[in-house]
Structure formats: structure tokens, C-alpha cells
């Protein structure tokens, strides 16, 4: 599995972290993680101010939070000018042919066959979460970026939507309590329900759980496992390592590209394979 | 060795921050963006685009529908003007037969006529031939009275003789008789 091997080059690429410098693994946290500053070393540093708490809530928009902004400004101009192509002509040309195949695909190939009959209600959202994933993960692969999908609590939020979605595709279709009802599967024995019932329960929570986990972690690994290839050069402290630190973190990267697209299609397969097993629970 | 890491990669950091913290502020943004982005985007680029694609496959298929209908017409159309055509070829098959048998009667007819006229006209001409003859005859009689007259009349001027008198009657009903 390439996510084990990624692990194992961390863990060795960790260990000489901390074998040749000590405890100093904190500069690949800085470019991972979240922050209040939007970093542009080494020309400057946007600090960003303090904004007020909102019921007790501090709002203050973060790195991540402009890198959504951003992702979502881009979406919202890209496909508006695709939709106003559309009214100059059916027939696609340039950017718009590319983002009709996207969408087709996630139309037709993503949630088509995996939600069944009544999909049409989901498109848009389910489009809106490829396209938001895809691009936050593309963004972030550009230098001086910053890649929000591999924040937990940006995740989190986004299969929290998911486990919305799942339970209320699955309450319309079949009415609150035959739904809640058809969560345990017909036919098995009447002791069996003791185990059943909470393996149920748990396992509409462990859905969400696991896209969250599974998307924060890919969209994470990537970029350490990038960080620590060029961060060995340094720790090394020679220029012989180079051009291998270079080219493994290429190849990486370039391999971080597929993850990108691969991550957002799981994301949105999955969550409408949930939402279709919820509203055809008869299957 | 991989708890060591784990604890070290997530729980480092400068600021004491971990990988696994989670910002409230941050799903607070996300949510309100995510639910901003569905809407925006369901209304200014899904709802135009989707439309566009699906009238645009059925425009499609509208127009092959529209294509094989237009074969069939056009196949009917070719149909019945075969059968036109060759109902128009007997028909007028059936008028030259018509006019054929109609061209014999009348050839018929007329020669017919043309004898009969061709009769009537020699019966005619006979009929014509008769009364002349009649004519010529009953002319004859009066020049040979004539003759008998003048004839009789020489006699008497020549009276002479009986014999030679009876030598010229003779003479002259020879000569008559000849006639």
C-alpha cells in the first residue's frame, strides 16, 4: 500500500530528523499547519488581525480559511463562466469542454450508478464537494499556498455534511422511522439485534469518521512526506543528497497530483454510495 | 519507534499546536462556506449548466429522431411516387390500347364507308351509263329516222330505177346495220 510506504519513508525521514537535529521537526508543522499568518518567505508575512468573538467563538479567519475563500472564489468565477459559455453556444470549447467532462463524470460515473434512482437532488451538492475538494487539494500543491483539506477540522466539517446529507436523503425517502427501522437488516434473528443495533448506529458515525480521517491524513502525508525529502538535505548537511531529496520530491509531488484527484473522487463516490444506501435500503 | 513519531509530528509544533487540534473558528468558516459555495454554485453554475447539457442531448436526439423520421417520409414519399408512376404507365398503357382498338374500329369504319360510297358511286356511274346509253340510243332512233328520211327522200330524187332504188335501200341498211 503506497500509504504504508509513505509512513515507513516518514518514519525513517522523522528519525533522522530527530537523530541529526535533535527535536526539530517544527518548520514541516509550520508549512502544514494552520496559522494566522499568510507566509511569504523569505519577502514578508501577512499577520492577520484579531477578529472579534462571535458568541464566545473566535472567527478569525485563518490561513486555511483564506485558501477556502480563494478555492471557493475560483470555483464560483470558473464555472461561471462555463455556465454563461453555454448560453453563447452548446457546443464546448476550450476550458468549458475540460469542465464538462468533469462534471459529466461526476454526474454520470460518480453519482449515477452509486446513488441510483432520485440522484438528481444530490448533484449539486455532490458536484460542489469534488470540485471544492479537487481544487483545494490542486491549490495546495502550488508554493506558498496552503492545502485546508488537510485540516481535520476543515474535513471533519465536510463529512459532518456528508453524515447530514446521508441521513437526510435517507429520512425523505422513507419517512423517519421506517428509516431508522431499516438501518438493522431485515431477517436476522431476534438475539442477534442486541449485537446489531449499536454495530449500526456506530457504523453511521464510523462513515463520516473515516472520510474525514481518510482525506486529512492523504492530503497531509503528501506534504510531509515532501517536506522531509527536501528537509534530509539540510539535516544531512550535504549537497550530495540533493538531487535524489529533489527528484523523490517530484516524483512525490507529481504523484500528490493523482492523490489530489484520487481523494476528491473517493470523497464523493463514497459519499454518495452512503447517501444511495440510505435512500434504497432495501439493497 | 511509531508512537515516538506520531507524538512528535502531531503534538510538536511551534505554538504548541498539534495536528489534531480543531479550530472552531475554522468549521465555523468552513460550514458557512461550504453552504454558501452549494448555494452559489447550484444557482450560478450547476442549475445553467446542467440544463444546457441535458437540452443539448436531447436536442440531439431530438434531431436523429427527427433525421429517421425524415428517412421514413422520405421513403414513403418514394413509395407512392413508384406506385404513381406505374399506375400512371398502365393507365396510359390502357388509353394507347383504347385508342389502338378505337383507331382500328374507325379504320374499319371508314373503309368501310369509302367501299360502300366506292360502290354506290360505280352503281352510280352504271345507273348514269344506262340512262346515256338510253339517251344515245333513243338519239340514234331519231337520226336513223332522220336518215330514213333523207334517205327516202334521195330515193325519191333518184327514183330511177326500181332495182337501183332497191340497191340503195340496201345499201344503206347495210350501212346502218354496220353502224
Known sequence: MPVSNMVDSLITAADSVQTTSGNDSGWILHHIMDSRELDFEPFFTIHIPQFPTLFGLDITPTKHVFFMWLTALLLVILFYIVARSYKKSLVPKGITNVCEVMILFVRDEIVKPTLGEGYEKFVPYLL???????????????????????????????????FFAIQIGGIRQN???????????????????????????????????????????????????????????????????????????????????????????????LTSLFIGMAVHQEH | MLTNLIIGVLASGDGGGTLLDVNPGLIFWTAITFIILVLV??????????????????????????????????????????????????????????????????????????????????????AEIERKKNAAFEELKNQIADISIIAAEKIMKENIDADKNKKIVEKYLTEISKN
Open chain 1, 175 to 269: 419517512g423517519f422511522f421506517s428509516y431508522v427501522k431499516g438501518l438493522v437488516p431485515k431477517g436476522i434473528p431476534s438475539w442477534m439485534l442486541i449485537i446489531m443495533i449499536p454495530v449500526e448506529i456506530l457504523s453511521l458515525f464510523t462513515k463520516p469518521f473515516a472520510l474525514a480521517i481518510r482525506l486529512f491524513a492523504n492530503m497531509i502525508a503528501g506534504h510531509i512526506v515532501i517536506l522531509s525529502m527536501l528537509g534530509l538535505i539540510f539535516f544531512i548537511g550535504t549537497y550530495f543528497v540533493a538531487p535524489a531529496s529533489v527528484l523523490f520530491a517530484i516524483f512525490i509531488y507529481l504523484l500528490e497530483i493523482l492523490v489530489a484527484l484520487i481523494q476528491a473522487y473517493i470523497f464523493t463516490i
Open chain 2, 41 to 126: 454554485l447550484k444557482r450560478v453554475a450547476w442549475k445553467p449548466i446542467l440544463t444546457a447539457l441535458d437540452n443539448r442531448a436531447k436536442g440531439i436526439e431530438d434531431s436523429l429522431n427527427r433525421a429517421e423520421q425524415a428517412k421514413e417520409e422520405a421513403q414513403k414519399i418514394l413509395e407512392e411516387n413508384q406506385a404513381t408512376l406505374s399506375k400512371a404507365e398502365e393507365e396510359s398503357k390502357k388509353i394507347i390500347d383504347q385508342s389502338r382498338i378505337y383507331a382500328d374500329n374507325l379504320k374499319e369504319q371508314m373503309l368501310k364507308e369509302s367501299k360502300d360510297q366506292q360502290q354506290k358511286i360505280i352503281e352510280d356511274a352504271s
Open chain 1, 128 to 162: 460542489t464537494l469534488f470540485f471544492f475538494i479537487l481544487f483545494g487539494n490542486l491549490l495546495g500543491l502550488i508554493p506558498y499556498s496552503s492545502t485546508f483539506t488537510s485540516n481535520i477540522a476543515v474535513t471533519a466539517t465536510l463529512a459532518i455534511f456528508s
